[in-house]
């Protein structure tokens, strides 16, 4: 099983700023993805992020909104950008090693609040 | 594109109780489908899967089995308990793609 390391677990922001998310993975994983849950809700994918290349993002989500690296195959990173407080949300990552019995596993999660 | 329907919650039940969650997909090939729970104040925990059709996913009592003729993954446990309130998640998962979600069943067992 793979362990994720995914930090701040927490934090407030103030409207207008950029919060950077990371995560990291302690083996190396093919797939990488990020998440978002709003308060009540399922889990919305926002993007793969994709090694050495850019993410691919889906529907109703941008990359000037929430840019992602991935530079090697253990470790990427979120950004939340421009914050308002419908961004207020818990951010997870998550990944699969590309066998495709293999678990997908989450982490923590970071809890955003944006005032 | 592929999709996962679940039953509305919340879902009220008595200790010792019998549950059972809906959960039917929709989607191209064959996928692997999972159920995930979400303790309160918890992070997403994987609960059980199942990759092929009749296979049967199982973990602390809970059970569900793949249905391919009636495109259904729903989540049964015998005997609840106060433990068991949680949101659960039903979830499906192409080869070397991301989960897509169903929306949630908040389960409430009471003693």
């Known amino acids: 099983s793979a362990v994720i390391s995914q930090k701040p677990s927490r934090d407030i922001c103030q409207r207008g700023t950029s919060l950077t998310i990371q995560c990291q993975v302690d083996?190396?994983?093919?797939?990488m993805f990020w998440y978002r849950q709003q308060p009540g809700q399922s889990l919305t994918l926002i993007a793969t992020a994709n090694q050495g290349s850019e993410a691919t993002y889906e529907s109703g989500f941008v990359i000037d909104k929430f840019p992602i690296s991935r530079p090697n195959l253990t470790f990427s990173t979120l950004t939340v950008s421009n914050m308002s407080p419908e961004d207020s949300s818990i951010y997870l990552c998550?990944?699969?090693?590309?066998?495709?019995?293999?678990?997908?596993?989450f982490g923590s999660g970071t809890q955003l609040s944006v005032l | 594109g592929d999709s996962v329907t679940q039953m509305e919650g919340p879902v009220t039940l008595s200790e010792e109780a019998f549950l059972t969650i809906n959960c039917t997909y929709t989607a191209t090939g064959y996928p692997s489908l999972f159920w995930y729970v979400q303790y309160p104040g918890e992070g997403l925990q994987l609960l059980l899967k199942?990759?092929?059709?009749?296979d049967k996913g199982s973990n602390k009592g809970f059970e569900a089995t793949y249905r391919k003729e009636t495109t259904s993954f729903h989540l049964e446990k015998g005997s609840v308990q106060v433990s068991d309130s949680a949101v659960y998640f039903c979830?499906?998962?192409?080869?070397?793609?991301?989960?897509?979600f169903g929306k949630g069943t908040t389960l409430s067992v009471s003693s």
């Open positions: 199942a990759t092929k059709a009749d």
């Open positions: 998550s990944v699969e090693s590309g066998i495709r019995d293999e678990k997908l596993f």
């Open positions: 083996s190396q994983v093919t797939m």
């Open positions: 979830a499906l998962s192409q080869a070397g793609t991301a989960l897509i």
